[in-house]
């Protein structure tokens, strides 16, 4: 009854993940994979092109550098969707509002991001749990993560992924979860539980630039929200603090970073001006090494 698509670069994480779904899953499936090894080509027309050959009524897209913990999930995606009819989307980790500000799906909020996963790192298992409401075992978002999607495959059909605006590998999902959100729920499930055995994703230079791109090209429609009560200015600077403070540990140019600040007029606000000269200096000049030294 689900559909696994993956666009594959990793044949090691691949064999694992496949092990893992035949293991949990529960229920009829099938897994439809893209090796992008060979042509490399952008993710939305990789999952555009597989879901055209899913052939069950569910489709579920999924990184596969994850293992899943729970059993029957399979089952419990499909209960879901049967059980509410208005659900568009089901993920593990998303957020109830989508800032102006230029940001991913993460808002550094508690009473905002929904999640359930366990990056796994050399250094040990950081179990990224947060449940802003104890009343259900789900919650409305309004954008999720990538690194697993469900929907129905109508819902798919309607909006499909955005390749001729989104190339790359960056902002997909929270592309496609905002256009769903406009007809149907999107909801963060705490049923599901799995293991990212990756450190998740890069914010790179190339993130930074789709970033800014997408932003741009969304700026008349942000932000949004679940409901209006969280329409706060005091919440876009946070989350422009949060995502300064976030992108600092990576290596991007100072171009980039420049065109960060400047386009969001960061440096009007004298608030801003610790958080910005940690954004710019951070990285290039070691400070992190000597963080990790200090400790």
């Not at 529960?26 to 597989?50: K, P, S």
């Not at 550094?108 to 996963?117: A, R, T, V």
């Not at 890069?202 to 090209?217: E, P, Q, S, V, Y």
Request: hydrophobic content about 40%; some cysteine; aromatic content about 14%.
């Amino acid at each position: 009854m689900i559909s696994i698509i993956i666009c594959s670069i990793n044949e090691t994480f691949l064999g694992k993940v496949k092990e893992s779904i035949a293991a949990t899953i529960g229920i009829d499936h099938e897994i439809l994979v893209w090796n992008n090894r060979q042509e490399n080509l952008g993710i939305c027309r990789v999952y555009n092109r597989l879901a055209e050959e899913a052939k069950f009524e569910f489709l579920c897209f999924l990184h596969e550098d994850i293992i899943f913990k729970t059993k029957n999930w399979g089952q419990l995606i499909v209960s879901m969707f049967l059980r509410q009819q208005d659900v568009g989307i089901i993920g593990l980790a998303g957020c109830k509002y989508k800032s102006l500000s230029y940001s991913g799906w993460y808002s550094g909020k508690k009473e905002l991001d929904c999640m359930n996963i366990v990056h796994r790192s050399p250094d040990g298992d950081e179990y990224l749990y947060n449940k802003p409401s104890l009343n259900s075992d789900f919650e409305d978002v309004v954008c999720i993560d990538g690194v697993f999607i469900a929907t129905r495959k109508e819902v798919w059909r309607t909006i499909k992924f955005d390749e001729k605006f989104l190339s790359g590998f960056h902002f997909y999902d929270i592309d496609f979860s905002l256009r769903v959100f406009r007809g149907n729920r999107v909801v963060v499930t705490y049923n599901i539980g799995v293991i990212h055995i990756t450190k998740g994703g890069n914010f790179g230079k190339d993130w930074l630039m789709d970033a800014i791109n997408f932003h741009k090209r969304y700026s008349s429609s942000l932000p949004v929200s679940i409901n209006k009560k969280l329409l706060d200015k005091r919440i876009e600077k946070g989350i422009i603090i949060i995502w300064l403070d976030i992108l600092k540990n990576y290596e991007i140019n100072f171009a980039g970073k420049w065109k960060w600040i400047v386009d969001q007029k960061l440096y009007c606000h004298p608030g801003y001006y610790y958080s910005i000269m940690k954004f710019a200096f951070y990285h290039p000049f070691g400070l992190k090494r000597l963080h990790k030294w200090k400790k």
